[in-house]
């Protein structure tokens, strides 16, 4: 099926050379996350990345649903039969393909086809409870790769510490995703600072922009700082990257919420360098933990 299958002629033989030439790039988070990861565990990382960052683009797809769906069969049926794909492979090649690894792949999956629908949330829980299914599965993917006997109070942190995550990113993608019809601001939070989707992409937001975004933060930054509390009382070494990526996720926040007005005209991205020194920093304290 176009789209689905990658051409070995397009890419290196080896399956980790692609993974990295495919997440490791300018304005990836992950770029500057993985550094810090220990080498034995790093391929692990990058490989499970892999493959969640495949299923998550499909749900880009949105206006083109048979196209989506296509793509997601195919995935469901290549995480099963572990077909040739690098990121599958990379995944086979570094231990990854446990129960647990391949189950949560395949609750992404059905999570990435509930959000190709027209989805529109009453409450912030509502639309936090998205963030789990996705982000926060993605997390937990990656920590019961690393460890699949995790216990569940960890498993829960991780998945609450990767909505967090996804909500911030969803935060700073609230314009691009307006202008292309995707409307997920919860009706509660709506009402309360009376934005409509025309307003933001009109780039006006209206008197209460600031308090909206800064309030969307605030709820992100709470949950964030729970979850990464619970996680490190377990003191997991596989809850290290996660632990690591939180901190990312913490600058983003600082950078939405200092100037909201941004969100409006522009995809803030951190810099690298920035990400750099934060991801270094985090990793120094949890390495000074053990």
């Not at 949105?62 to 995480?79: D, G, V």
């Not at 391949?102 to 998205?130: H, I, K, M, P, Y």
Request: aromatic share 6%; with cysteine.
């Amino acid at each position: 099926m176009n789209g689905c299958k990658v051409g070995r002629a397009e890419v290196s033989n080896d399956p980790f050379i692609w993974c990295r030439e495919r997440l490791l790039v300018p304005g990836n988070p992950l770029a500057a996350s993985v550094l810090f990861v220990d080498a034995d565990t790093q391929s692990l990382v990058l490989a499970v990345r892999a493959v969640v960052m495949e299923l998550a683009h499909i749900s880009e797809l949105s206006h083109e649903p048979t196209l989506a769906m296509a793509k997601l069969n195919w995935w469901r049926e290549a995480i099963v039969e572990n077909r040739a794909h690098p990121a599958l492979e990379a995944l086979s090649a570094a231990g990854g393909r446990s129960d647990p690894v391949l189950g949560g792949l395949l609750a992404l999956c059905d999570a990435v086809e509930a959000s190709l629908g027209n989805q529109r949330f009453e409450t912030t829980e509502q639309a936090w409870r998205q963030c789990r299914t996705l982000g926060g599965i993605a997390t937990q993917i990656e920590l019961l790769a690393l460890e699949p006997n995790t216990n569940e109070a960890a498993v829960e942190a991780a998945t609450e510490l990767g909505a967090a995550g996804y909500w911030m990113r969803w935060i700073r993608d609230i314009a691009g995703d307006a202008h292309q019809g995707r409307w997920y601001v919860p009706l509660d939070i709506q009402a309360d600072y009376q934005i409509n989707r025309q307003q933001v992409i009109d780039q006006t937001g209206g008197r209460t922009w600031v308090g909206f975004i800064r309030t969307l933060v605030s709820v992100g930054l709470e949950r964030s700082e729970r979850a990464r509390e619970a996680l490190m009382a377990e003191r997991l070494e596989s809850a290290f990257h996660p632990l690591v990526t939180q901190a990312l996720d913490r600058r983003l926040a600082g950078m939405l919420a200092s100037r909201p007005e941004r969100v409006l005209k522009i995809r803030v991205l951190p810099s690298h360098a920035g990400n750099v020194w934060v991801a270094w920093r985090r990793a120094r304290q949890l390495k000074a933990r053990r």
